[in-house]
Protein backbone atom coordinates (compact mmCIF):
# COMPACT_ATOMS: atom_id res chain seq x y z
CA UNK A 1 0.00 0.00 0.00
CA UNK A 2 2.97 2.59 -0.29
CA UNK A 3 1.89 3.75 -3.58
CA UNK A 4 -1.60 5.08 -2.57
CA UNK A 5 -0.13 6.20 0.99
CA UNK A 6 1.94 8.37 -0.98
CA UNK A 7 -0.12 9.59 -3.17
CA UNK A 8 -2.79 10.04 -0.70
CA UNK A 9 -0.71 11.58 1.36
CA UNK A 10 0.75 13.98 -1.79
CA UNK A 11 -2.92 15.00 -2.28
CA UNK A 12 -3.46 15.53 1.31
CA UNK A 13 -0.54 17.91 2.23
CA UNK A 14 0.26 19.98 -0.90
CA UNK A 15 -0.08 23.75 -0.80
CA UNK A 16 -0.48 26.39 -3.07
CA UNK A 17 2.60 27.69 -2.26
CA UNK A 18 4.50 24.45 -3.32
CA UNK A 19 3.32 24.35 -6.93
CA UNK A 20 5.55 26.45 -9.44
CA UNK A 21 4.46 29.14 -11.25
CA UNK A 22 3.83 26.47 -14.56
CA UNK A 23 1.49 24.84 -12.77
CA UNK A 24 -0.70 27.37 -11.56
CA UNK A 25 -0.35 29.16 -14.87
CA UNK A 26 -1.20 26.07 -16.60
CA UNK A 27 -4.32 25.06 -13.94
CA UNK A 28 -5.77 28.43 -14.65
CA UNK A 29 -5.14 28.10 -18.56
CA UNK A 30 -7.29 24.45 -18.00
CA UNK A 31 -10.26 26.46 -16.08
CA UNK A 32 -10.53 28.82 -19.06
CA UNK A 33 -10.78 26.32 -21.23
CA UNK A 34 -13.21 24.31 -19.50
CA UNK A 35 -15.37 27.51 -19.56
CA UNK A 36 -15.34 28.45 -22.80
CA UNK A 37 -16.08 24.34 -23.60
CA UNK A 38 -18.66 24.60 -21.49
CA UNK A 39 -20.37 28.21 -22.59
CA UNK A 40 -19.81 26.54 -26.18
CA UNK A 41 -21.57 23.32 -25.04
CA UNK A 42 -24.89 23.83 -23.36
CA UNK A 43 -27.04 23.20 -26.37
CA UNK A 44 -24.98 20.99 -28.11
CA UNK A 45 -26.56 17.51 -28.84
CA UNK A 46 -28.08 15.91 -25.35
CA UNK A 47 -27.21 18.83 -23.26
CA UNK A 48 -30.50 20.50 -22.85
CA UNK A 49 -32.19 17.04 -22.33
CA UNK A 50 -29.93 15.82 -19.56
CA UNK A 51 -29.93 19.28 -17.92
CA UNK A 52 -34.15 18.62 -17.57
CA UNK A 53 -33.21 15.15 -16.81
CA UNK A 54 -31.34 16.58 -14.06
CA UNK A 55 -33.89 18.93 -12.97
CA UNK A 56 -36.36 16.41 -13.63
CA UNK A 57 -34.91 14.13 -10.51
CA UNK A 58 -34.65 17.30 -8.14
CA UNK A 59 -33.33 17.03 -4.76
CA UNK A 60 -31.00 18.84 -2.23
CA UNK A 61 -30.19 22.47 -4.22
CA UNK A 62 -26.58 21.83 -3.33
CA UNK A 63 -24.56 23.30 -6.58
CA UNK A 64 -25.76 25.30 -9.82
CA UNK A 65 -26.05 24.14 -13.02
CA UNK A 66 -23.48 26.54 -15.11
CA UNK A 67 -25.55 28.00 -17.81
CA UNK A 68 -29.13 27.04 -17.31
CA UNK A 69 -29.15 28.45 -13.59
CA UNK A 70 -30.68 25.74 -11.41
CA UNK A 71 -29.35 24.51 -8.93
CA UNK A 72 -29.34 20.62 -7.71
CA UNK A 73 -27.75 17.74 -5.74
CA UNK A 74 -23.53 18.32 -5.74
CA UNK A 75 -22.91 15.15 -7.43
CA UNK A 76 -25.85 15.82 -10.61
CA UNK A 77 -24.16 19.46 -11.21
CA UNK A 78 -21.08 18.07 -11.70
CA UNK A 79 -22.55 15.43 -14.19
CA UNK A 80 -24.23 17.76 -16.35
CA UNK A 81 -21.56 20.35 -16.16
CA UNK A 82 -18.90 17.21 -16.95
CA UNK A 83 -21.10 17.02 -20.24
CA UNK A 84 -21.58 19.99 -21.50
CA UNK A 85 -17.75 20.58 -21.39
CA UNK A 86 -17.16 17.29 -23.18
CA UNK A 87 -20.41 18.02 -25.91
CA UNK A 88 -17.75 19.73 -28.52
CA UNK A 89 -14.41 17.51 -27.88
CA UNK A 90 -12.23 20.63 -27.58
CA UNK A 91 -11.60 20.55 -23.74
CA UNK A 92 -8.14 19.37 -22.75
CA UNK A 93 -6.06 15.90 -22.86
CA UNK A 94 -3.35 13.81 -22.08
CA UNK A 95 -1.89 11.05 -23.12
CA UNK A 96 -2.62 8.10 -23.14
CA UNK A 97 -5.99 9.18 -24.26
CA UNK A 98 -7.37 10.52 -21.06
CA UNK A 99 -9.68 13.81 -20.59
CA UNK A 100 -9.01 15.55 -17.12
CA UNK A 101 -10.27 18.95 -17.01
CA UNK A 102 -14.08 18.09 -18.04
CA UNK A 103 -14.72 16.10 -15.35
CA UNK A 104 -12.13 17.70 -12.90
CA UNK A 105 -13.01 21.43 -12.95
CA UNK A 106 -16.75 20.42 -13.09
CA UNK A 107 -16.43 18.63 -9.95
CA UNK A 108 -13.99 21.20 -8.15
CA UNK A 109 -16.64 23.83 -8.40
CA UNK A 110 -19.68 21.92 -7.76
CA UNK A 111 -17.87 20.88 -4.62
CA UNK A 112 -16.41 24.48 -3.62
CA UNK A 113 -20.83 25.19 -3.91
CA UNK A 114 -21.34 22.06 -1.42
CA UNK A 115 -18.79 23.69 0.97
CA UNK A 116 -20.17 26.95 0.85
CA UNK A 117 -16.81 28.26 -1.11
CA UNK A 118 -13.15 28.10 -1.34
CA UNK A 119 -10.65 30.46 -2.33
CA UNK A 120 -9.05 30.66 -5.74
CA UNK A 121 -5.66 28.99 -4.29
CA UNK A 122 -7.29 27.00 -2.87
CA UNK A 123 -9.45 25.30 -5.81
CA UNK A 124 -5.50 26.23 -8.14
CA UNK A 125 -3.92 23.69 -5.43
CA UNK A 126 -7.28 20.98 -5.67
CA UNK A 127 -7.47 20.76 -9.89
CA UNK A 128 -3.32 20.74 -10.09
CA UNK A 129 -3.01 17.76 -7.12
CA UNK A 130 -6.03 15.80 -7.99
CA UNK A 131 -4.79 16.26 -12.25
CA UNK A 132 -1.17 15.37 -11.19
CA UNK A 133 -2.38 12.22 -9.18
CA UNK A 134 -4.33 11.04 -12.13
CA UNK A 135 -1.72 11.62 -14.58
CA UNK A 136 0.60 9.61 -13.04
CA UNK A 137 -1.94 6.46 -12.70
CA UNK A 138 -3.00 7.33 -16.32
CA UNK A 139 0.83 7.23 -17.54
CA UNK A 140 1.65 3.47 -16.76
CA UNK A 141 -2.02 2.23 -17.65
CA UNK A 142 -2.29 -0.36 -20.64
CA UNK A 143 -6.01 0.45 -21.56
CA UNK A 144 -6.47 -1.55 -24.40
CA UNK A 145 -9.95 -0.49 -25.61
CA UNK A 146 -11.19 0.49 -21.68
CA UNK A 147 -11.62 4.47 -21.88
CA UNK A 148 -8.65 6.10 -20.16
CA UNK A 149 -11.17 9.30 -18.91
CA UNK A 150 -13.65 6.64 -17.19
CA UNK A 151 -11.16 4.34 -15.60
CA UNK A 152 -8.87 6.99 -14.32
CA UNK A 153 -9.79 10.84 -14.44
CA UNK A 154 -12.25 10.21 -11.75
CA UNK A 155 -9.96 10.08 -9.24
CA UNK A 156 -8.37 13.47 -9.95
CA UNK A 157 -12.17 14.78 -9.58
CA UNK A 158 -11.93 12.91 -6.24
CA UNK A 159 -9.31 14.00 -5.18
CA UNK A 160 -10.02 18.09 -5.96
CA UNK A 161 -13.45 17.14 -4.51
CA UNK A 162 -11.95 15.35 -1.38
CA UNK A 163 -9.51 18.38 -0.82
CA UNK A 164 -12.39 20.90 -1.24
CA UNK A 165 -14.93 19.53 0.71
CA UNK A 166 -11.96 18.93 3.60
CA UNK A 167 -11.45 15.23 3.68
CA UNK A 168 -8.92 14.20 5.85
CA UNK A 169 -6.16 11.56 5.65
CA UNK A 170 -8.24 8.61 5.84
CA UNK A 171 -10.93 9.93 4.19
CA UNK A 172 -9.22 10.79 1.38
CA UNK A 173 -7.55 7.21 0.88
CA UNK A 174 -10.80 6.14 0.99
CA UNK A 175 -12.73 8.12 -1.87
CA UNK A 176 -10.00 7.16 -3.97
CA UNK A 177 -10.61 3.87 -3.02
CA UNK A 178 -14.42 4.21 -3.43
CA UNK A 179 -13.57 5.72 -7.10
CA UNK A 180 -11.59 2.94 -7.93
CA UNK A 181 -14.81 1.06 -7.54
CA UNK A 182 -16.66 3.13 -10.25
CA UNK A 183 -14.10 2.96 -12.25
CA UNK A 184 -15.30 2.11 -16.52
CA UNK A 185 -16.07 3.10 -19.92
CA UNK A 186 -15.20 1.97 -22.93
CA UNK A 187 -13.49 3.15 -26.53
CA UNK A 188 -16.62 1.45 -28.39
CA UNK A 189 -18.59 4.71 -27.93
CA UNK A 190 -16.31 6.88 -29.93
CA UNK A 191 -15.52 4.61 -32.80
CA UNK A 192 -19.74 4.24 -32.96
CA UNK A 193 -19.67 7.98 -32.29
CA UNK A 194 -22.25 7.20 -29.83
CA UNK A 195 -23.27 10.34 -26.93
CA UNK A 196 -21.96 8.17 -24.09
CA UNK A 197 -18.44 9.31 -25.18
CA UNK A 198 -20.12 12.87 -22.73
CA UNK A 199 -22.06 10.47 -20.42
CA UNK A 200 -18.86 8.81 -19.43
CA UNK A 201 -17.06 12.34 -18.74
CA UNK A 202 -20.02 13.37 -16.87
CA UNK A 203 -19.88 9.78 -14.54
CA UNK A 204 -16.15 10.62 -13.67
CA UNK A 205 -16.66 14.38 -12.26
CA UNK A 206 -20.66 12.58 -11.12
CA UNK A 207 -18.41 10.09 -9.30
CA UNK A 208 -15.88 11.89 -7.77
CA UNK A 209 -18.13 14.06 -5.90
CA UNK A 210 -19.78 10.80 -4.67
CA UNK A 211 -16.89 9.40 -3.72
CA UNK A 212 -15.99 12.19 -1.37
CA UNK A 213 -19.34 12.87 0.38
CA UNK A 214 -19.62 8.93 0.70
CA UNK A 215 -16.02 8.85 2.14
CA UNK A 216 -16.78 11.66 4.29
CA UNK A 217 -19.47 9.65 6.37
CA UNK A 218 -17.66 7.08 6.62
CA UNK A 219 -17.89 4.67 3.96
CA UNK A 220 -14.71 2.61 2.86
CA UNK A 221 -12.85 0.95 0.18
CA UNK A 222 -10.15 -1.21 -0.94
CA UNK A 223 -6.96 0.78 0.96
CA UNK A 224 -5.17 -1.56 -1.63
CA UNK A 225 -6.59 -0.36 -4.31
CA UNK A 226 -3.71 0.48 -6.59
CA UNK A 227 -1.57 -2.68 -5.56
CA UNK A 228 -3.32 -5.13 -4.56
CA UNK A 229 -4.11 -8.46 -6.12
CA UNK A 230 -7.13 -7.33 -7.80
CA UNK A 231 -6.53 -3.22 -7.88
CA UNK A 232 -5.87 -1.06 -9.94
CA UNK A 233 -2.70 -1.97 -11.60
CA UNK A 234 -3.13 -5.63 -11.95
CA UNK A 235 -6.99 -4.13 -14.12
CA UNK A 236 -5.36 -1.71 -15.93
CA UNK A 237 -1.67 -1.97 -16.18
CA UNK A 238 -1.39 -5.79 -16.64
CA UNK A 239 0.66 -5.83 -13.48
CA UNK A 240 3.41 -4.26 -14.86
CA UNK A 241 4.64 -0.77 -14.13
CA UNK A 242 7.13 1.85 -12.91
CA UNK A 243 6.81 2.29 -9.11
CA UNK A 244 8.68 5.66 -9.58
CA UNK A 245 6.47 7.24 -12.84
CA UNK A 246 3.87 6.96 -10.18
CA UNK A 247 5.18 8.33 -7.38
CA UNK A 248 8.54 9.56 -7.86
CA UNK A 249 9.50 13.32 -7.15
CA UNK A 250 6.48 14.07 -6.16
CA UNK A 251 5.93 18.09 -6.07
CA UNK A 252 8.94 18.14 -8.34
CA UNK A 253 8.15 16.65 -10.59
CA UNK A 254 4.31 17.16 -12.81
CA UNK A 255 3.13 15.09 -15.37
CA UNK A 256 0.68 17.64 -15.42
CA UNK A 257 2.75 19.94 -17.50
CA UNK A 258 2.24 17.17 -20.30
CA UNK A 259 -1.52 18.50 -20.70
CA UNK A 260 -2.85 19.42 -24.25
CA UNK A 261 -4.81 21.58 -25.62
CA UNK A 262 -6.54 21.15 -28.68
CA UNK A 263 -5.63 23.32 -31.85
CA UNK A 264 -8.90 22.05 -33.92
CA UNK A 265 -12.35 20.89 -32.74
CA UNK A 266 -12.11 17.28 -33.08
CA UNK A 267 -10.59 14.16 -31.34
CA UNK A 268 -6.71 14.84 -30.32
CA UNK A 269 -6.11 11.75 -32.15
CA UNK A 270 -7.23 13.64 -35.24
CA UNK A 271 -5.23 16.55 -34.85
CA UNK A 272 -2.23 15.45 -36.78
CA UNK A 273 -3.57 14.56 -39.92
CA UNK A 274 -5.76 18.10 -39.99
CA UNK A 275 -2.83 20.13 -39.55
CA UNK A 276 -0.92 17.95 -42.42
CA UNK A 277 -3.83 18.30 -44.88
CA UNK A 278 -4.37 22.20 -43.97
CA UNK A 279 -0.50 22.81 -44.07
CA UNK A 280 -0.39 20.87 -47.44
CA UNK A 281 -3.30 22.47 -49.02
CA UNK A 282 -1.57 26.52 -47.64
CA UNK A 283 1.22 25.56 -49.30
CA UNK A 284 0.19 24.29 -52.91
CA UNK A 285 -2.54 26.06 -54.41
CA UNK A 286 -3.29 22.65 -56.97
CA UNK A 287 -4.15 20.80 -53.76
CA UNK A 288 -7.85 21.35 -54.40
CA UNK A 289 -11.38 18.91 -54.13
CA UNK A 290 -11.53 18.54 -57.61
CA UNK A 291 -8.02 18.26 -58.45
CA UNK A 292 -7.01 15.56 -55.86
CA UNK A 293 -6.87 12.17 -57.08
CA UNK A 294 -6.17 10.66 -53.96
CA UNK A 295 -4.97 10.87 -50.16
CA UNK A 296 -2.88 8.26 -48.40
CA UNK A 297 -2.58 8.49 -43.89
CA UNK A 298 -0.64 6.20 -42.20
CA UNK A 299 -1.05 6.89 -38.74
CA UNK A 300 -0.31 4.38 -35.41
CA UNK A 301 -2.21 1.79 -34.69
CA UNK A 302 -3.75 3.23 -31.39
CA UNK A 303 -4.98 6.32 -33.64
CA UNK A 304 -6.62 3.99 -36.32
CA UNK A 305 -8.47 1.93 -33.50
CA UNK A 306 -10.30 5.18 -32.66
CA UNK A 307 -9.98 7.24 -35.51
CA UNK A 308 -9.42 5.34 -38.78
CA UNK A 309 -12.33 3.75 -39.32
CA UNK A 310 -13.96 4.14 -42.44
CA UNK A 311 -16.79 7.09 -41.90
CA UNK A 312 -20.10 6.58 -41.70
CA UNK A 313 -23.36 8.72 -40.62
CA UNK A 314 -24.45 7.13 -37.82
CA UNK A 315 -27.48 8.98 -34.91
CA UNK A 316 -25.18 11.39 -33.90
CA UNK A 317 -23.50 13.14 -37.06
CA UNK A 318 -20.95 15.62 -35.38
CA UNK A 319 -19.86 12.77 -32.89
CA UNK A 320 -19.29 10.30 -35.86
CA UNK A 321 -16.82 13.37 -37.77
CA UNK A 322 -15.38 15.12 -34.55
CA UNK A 323 -13.73 10.58 -33.99
CA UNK A 324 -12.68 10.38 -37.66
CA UNK A 325 -10.15 11.02 -39.74
CA UNK A 326 -11.18 11.06 -42.87
CA UNK A 327 -13.98 13.33 -42.35
CA UNK A 328 -11.72 15.54 -40.65
CA UNK A 329 -9.51 15.82 -43.49
CA UNK A 330 -12.25 16.42 -46.13
CA UNK A 331 -13.24 19.16 -44.13
CA UNK A 332 -9.82 20.64 -44.21
CA UNK A 333 -9.70 19.94 -48.08
CA UNK A 334 -12.67 21.62 -48.68
CA UNK A 335 -12.98 24.78 -46.37
CA UNK A 336 -9.11 24.84 -45.79
CA UNK A 337 -9.72 25.56 -41.95
CA UNK A 338 -11.35 23.54 -38.74
CA UNK A 339 -13.47 24.96 -37.13
CA UNK A 340 -16.94 24.34 -34.80
CA UNK A 341 -19.54 25.00 -37.46
CA UNK A 342 -17.66 22.56 -39.63
CA UNK A 343 -18.77 19.55 -37.14
CA UNK A 344 -22.89 20.79 -37.45
CA UNK A 345 -24.90 17.99 -39.29
CA UNK A 346 -25.81 20.58 -42.78
CA UNK A 347 -21.95 20.64 -42.89
CA UNK A 348 -21.33 16.87 -42.41
CA UNK A 349 -23.88 15.71 -44.63
CA UNK A 350 -22.75 18.19 -47.63
CA UNK A 351 -22.35 15.97 -50.67
CA UNK A 352 -18.87 17.12 -51.35
CA UNK A 353 -17.21 16.18 -48.04
CA UNK A 354 -18.70 12.50 -49.18
CA UNK A 355 -16.94 12.82 -52.47
CA UNK A 356 -13.61 14.10 -50.99
CA UNK A 357 -13.51 10.68 -48.26
CA UNK A 358 -13.99 8.36 -51.20
CA UNK A 359 -10.80 9.58 -52.18
CA UNK A 360 -8.78 9.47 -48.62
CA UNK A 361 -7.17 6.26 -47.01
CA UNK A 362 -6.14 5.80 -43.64
CA UNK A 363 -3.64 3.14 -42.50
CA UNK A 364 -2.08 1.45 -39.92
CA UNK A 365 1.56 1.60 -39.41
CA UNK A 366 3.70 0.33 -36.04
CA UNK A 367 6.55 1.67 -37.64
CA UNK A 368 5.09 5.17 -36.34
CA UNK A 369 5.19 4.62 -32.63
CA UNK A 370 8.90 4.67 -32.64
CA UNK A 371 8.40 8.41 -33.55
CA UNK A 372 5.28 9.62 -31.39
CA UNK A 373 1.46 8.11 -30.86
CA UNK A 374 0.38 10.94 -32.89
CA UNK A 375 2.81 10.54 -35.34
CA UNK A 376 1.02 10.98 -39.08
CA UNK A 377 2.61 10.39 -42.71
CA UNK A 378 0.34 11.93 -45.48
CA UNK A 379 0.74 11.64 -49.10
CA UNK A 380 -1.20 13.65 -51.49
CA UNK A 381 -1.83 12.91 -55.21
CA UNK A 382 -3.01 15.62 -57.67
CA UNK A 383 -5.47 14.23 -60.88
CA UNK A 384 -2.20 15.47 -63.10
CA UNK A 385 0.30 12.91 -61.20
CA UNK A 386 1.88 15.55 -58.63
CA UNK A 387 2.84 14.13 -55.09
CA UNK A 388 2.75 15.94 -52.33
CA UNK A 389 4.30 14.63 -48.94
CA UNK A 390 3.85 16.07 -45.03
CA UNK A 391 5.09 14.32 -42.21
CA UNK A 392 4.04 15.35 -38.66
CA UNK A 393 5.66 13.44 -35.91
CA UNK A 394 4.17 15.40 -32.58
CA UNK A 395 0.38 17.08 -33.69
CA UNK A 396 0.00 20.76 -32.51
CA UNK A 397 -0.87 21.29 -29.29
CA UNK A 398 1.05 18.44 -27.71
CA UNK A 399 3.59 18.63 -25.50
CA UNK A 400 6.52 19.75 -26.32
CA UNK A 401 4.50 21.52 -28.53
CA UNK A 402 2.34 23.83 -26.60
CA UNK A 403 -0.49 26.04 -27.51
CA UNK A 404 0.83 29.80 -26.64
CA UNK A 405 -1.53 32.13 -23.96
CA UNK A 406 -2.55 33.71 -26.59
CA UNK A 407 -4.30 30.32 -28.66
CA UNK A 408 -5.47 29.41 -25.52
CA UNK A 409 -7.24 32.83 -25.36
CA UNK A 410 -8.49 33.03 -28.79
CA UNK A 411 -9.60 29.30 -28.45
CA UNK A 412 -11.67 30.61 -25.61
CA UNK A 413 -13.42 33.28 -27.44
CA UNK A 414 -14.15 30.94 -30.37
CA UNK A 415 -16.35 29.10 -27.89
CA UNK A 416 -18.18 31.86 -26.46
CA UNK A 417 -18.64 33.58 -29.69
CA UNK A 418 -19.66 29.59 -31.39
CA UNK A 419 -22.51 29.12 -28.26
CA UNK A 420 -26.28 29.01 -29.67
CA UNK A 421 -27.38 31.05 -26.33
CA UNK A 422 -24.41 33.81 -25.46
CA UNK A 423 -23.44 35.47 -22.11
CA UNK A 424 -23.45 39.23 -22.18
CA UNK A 425 -20.07 40.19 -23.18
CA UNK A 426 -19.60 42.23 -19.83
CA UNK A 427 -19.64 38.77 -18.30
CA UNK A 428 -16.97 36.27 -20.22
CA UNK A 429 -14.52 39.80 -19.81
CA UNK A 430 -15.21 39.50 -15.93
CA UNK A 431 -14.86 36.07 -16.41
CA UNK A 432 -11.49 36.04 -18.35
CA UNK A 433 -10.31 38.51 -15.86
CA UNK A 434 -11.18 36.31 -12.48
CA UNK A 435 -9.39 33.30 -14.56
CA UNK A 436 -6.35 35.42 -14.97
CA UNK A 437 -5.99 36.16 -11.78
CA UNK A 438 -7.65 32.81 -9.54
CA UNK A 439 -4.81 32.80 -7.15
CA UNK A 440 -6.25 35.84 -5.95
CA UNK A 441 -10.31 35.38 -5.55
CA UNK A 442 -11.36 34.93 -1.94
CA UNK A 443 -14.66 33.01 -3.02
CA UNK A 444 -14.23 30.80 -6.19
CA UNK A 445 -18.64 31.03 -6.10
CA UNK A 446 -18.37 35.02 -7.47
CA UNK A 447 -17.50 33.02 -10.88
CA UNK A 448 -21.05 31.26 -10.63
CA UNK A 449 -23.67 34.36 -11.68
CA UNK A 450 -21.72 35.12 -14.54
CA UNK A 451 -21.89 32.02 -15.40
CA UNK A 452 -25.74 31.90 -16.11
CA UNK A 453 -27.57 33.08 -19.06
CA UNK A 454 -29.37 36.18 -18.42
CA UNK A 455 -32.87 35.60 -17.90
Known sequence: ???????????SRARYEDLPVEITDLTKNFFLNILGST??????????????QV????GKKEATILLYGSRVPAHNAAFIKSYMARALDVDDGIRPGMHVGAATVPAALAASELAAGCTGRDIITAVAVGAEVADRINLVSKYDGFDPTGVCSIFAASAAAGRILGLNFDQMWHALA?????????????????????????????GGIISSQLAGKGFTGPKDFLQGVYGYFHLFARDKYDAQAVVGELGKRFEFSKT???????????????????????????ITPDN???????????????????????DNPRVN????????????????????????????????IMQIIKKIEVEADPDLDKRDETAVEMRVITSDGKEYHKNIDIAAGFPPRHLTSEELLERFWSCVDYAQKPLERKNVDKIVSLVRRLEDVRD????????????
Open 1 to 11: MEIEKQLVDYI
Open 39 to 52: IAGALMEGSETLAN
Open 55 to 58: MDWN
Open 178 to 206: IAFNKSGGSFQSNREGALSVRLIQGFAAQ
Open 260 to 286: MFKKYPSCGSTIASTEAILDLVNEHAD
Open 292 to 314: ISHVHIKVTPYTYKIVGSPFQIG
Open 321 to 352: AQFNIQYCVANAILRKSSKLAHFEEPQIKEPE
Open 444 to 455: IRSLIPLLVWPK
